[in-house]
């Protein structure tokens, strides 16, 4: 099989896989684990925020039963596998330049237009950390800026592929994460919405979305 159909149909399966979650209650802090608590393997398909809905997606995609299941929920949040908070993709970016990678970094074939920041992963504004004890990450984040987001990037997204808001701050990659599926004709963005008109899962015409959004990052799961 030829890599290009094998991404295209792993593309279809998250978008149906995803599906399932439409509806699902947004939830944030679901996650159990910090500096003073011991890192658990949570499953909570109740109520989910972006990132967890991202991972599940991913996970389920991988998997055939609860057990395969279970492992690639780890593999995919976890750096090596290795459930600790420490360990745990707090970052878009970790899906990319972390192992095992969960997806690669397309935005540059998305768009011609895209910029490159250089980043200080988890640094605060006033210099402290985001994370406690994770340490300052050096990172290159390719982005879409929002001005150059048209129907012509839609074109070249697939089905399938992940996408996060891209964040001015210097500290962090992106501010919110989801999904891109294709639908009635249009492009939307599947996404755990926290605002206060959803609180939940939904479609948003992704163009209408991004307008007034800094720009967007764009990965392929593999």
Not at 105 to 133: C, F, H, M
Not at 176 to 201: E, P
Request: charged share 20%; proline share 5%; aromatic share 10%.
């Amino acid at each position: 099989m030829s890599s290009l159909l094998q991404v295209k149909i792993t593309g279809e399966v998250i978008s149906r896989v995803s599906s399932a979650f439409l509806g699902t209650p947004y939830q944030a802090d679901t996650l159990i684990g910090g500096p003073d608590t011991p890192e658990s393997l949570v499953v909570n398909f109740n109520g989910v925020d972006c990132f967890t809905l991202a991972d599940y997606v991913e996970a389920l995609t991988r998997s055939h039963d609860q057990k395969s299941f279970l492992h690639n929920l780890t593999e995919v949040r976890y750096t090596g596998g290795n459930v600790d908070y420490l360990s745990r993709r707090h970052f878009f970016s970790d899906w990319f330049a972390t192992t095992p990678r969960n997806a690669r970094d397309v935005t540059p074939d998305i768009s011609p237009d895209y910029a490159t920041a250089d980043k200080q992963l988890n640094r605060k504004p006033d210099g402290g950390e985001y994370i406690p004890g994770l340490g300052i990450h050096s990172r290159k984040i390719n982005y879409i800026p929002g001005k150059a987001i048209s129907q012509q990037v839609l074109d070249q997204m697939r089905n399938g592929d992940y996408v996060g808001v891209y964040s001015p701050l210097e500290g962090l990659d992106v501010s919110h994460v989801g999904i891109v599926v294709r639908h009635d004709g249009q492009v939307w963005f599947r996404n755990a919405s926290s605002l206060a008109a959803n609180r939940k899962v939904v479609d948003s015409p992704f163009l209408e979305y991004m307008r007034a959004k800094p720009g967007i990052v764009v990965l392929r799961a593999e």
